[in-house]
């Protein structure tokens, strides 16, 4: 079945530690997105992938690093540096960066203790 | 400033009765407007989406509207199956790059 897979569902960090989301796609889709998702707001992208090696910024990239080194991948890495990361993750993707819909995986539930 | 507006923000319903979801915009550059759908704690699922003005998605007891300013997600004869948070979703040239700009969400409960 072809689709976009999260994991963990859940994951559980520490103030001062760095955790990574996985995100795989077998879509053969070109385009990659990590949105956030909070009580009462709308989705806000963190950072998007339009083609292997390369990245962009999107509207709340701090405290986040991604890489893009194969088709199929786009980890997210919380750092210790965003302050409030307690949130719902979400990656997409999408055939193109253009006007192509976006399909969401099923998301990953991150809390700080 | 660019904006997506969804109203209500929460609607309850009878397995039945038919309504309406509002999305309403402020982007410039309109390249498409997106409808999903997201259960709790999971990733939403694409519905429709909608180019210009006039146009019309149906899929089953949803049809959704577009005008210059606003989407409309009608939702005819609901099942309680049809609860869920609907998104709206517009993609817009903002200050020269493709972004898709999302609503905060429609709670629809629909009780049997």
């Known amino acids: 079945d072809g689709g976009i897979t999260q994991s963990p569902k859940y994951l559980f960090r520490k103030e001062g530690q760095n955790v990574t989301l996985s995100c795989e796609q077998n879509l053969n889709h070109d385009a990659m997105y990590w949105y956030r998702q909070d009580p009462g707001q709308g989705l806000r992208l963190i950072y998007y992938s339009q083609i292997v090696n390369d990245f962009q910024k999107g509207d709340i990239a701090e405290g986040y690093s991604v890489s893009r080194e194969k088709k199929e991948s786009f980890p997210l890495t919380v750092t210790s540096a965003q302050k409030n990361p307690t949130a719902f993750y979400l990656c997409?993707?999408?055939?193109?960066?253009?006007?192509?819909?976006?399909?969401f995986g099923p998301g990953t539930r991150l809390t700080v203790l | 400033e660019d904006q997506v507006t969804q109203s209500p923000e929460a609607l309850r319903l009878q397995e039945g009765e038919s309504s309406s979801l509002n999305c309403s915009y402020t982007?410039?550059?309109?390249?498409?407007l997106f409808w999903y759908r997201q259960d709790p704690g999971k990733g939403p699922e694409f519905l429709f989406t909608l180019y210009s003005a006039g146009e019309e998605k149906e899929k089953e007891r949803l049809k959704a509207t577009l005008t210059k300013k606003e989407s409309f997600l009608h939702i005819t004869a609901p099942k309680p199956e049809d609860s869920a948070t609907y998104l709206c979703?517009?993609?817009?040239?903002?200050?020269?790059?493709?972004?898709?700009?999302f609503g905060q969400g429609t709670r629809l409960t629909i009780n049997p």
């Open positions: 997409a993707s999408s055939i193109s960066r253009a006007t192509d819909t976006q399909y």
């Open positions: 982007v410039s550059g309109l390249r498409g």
């Open positions: 979703a517009v993609q817009a040239v903002i200050q020269g790059a493709q972004k898709l700009v």
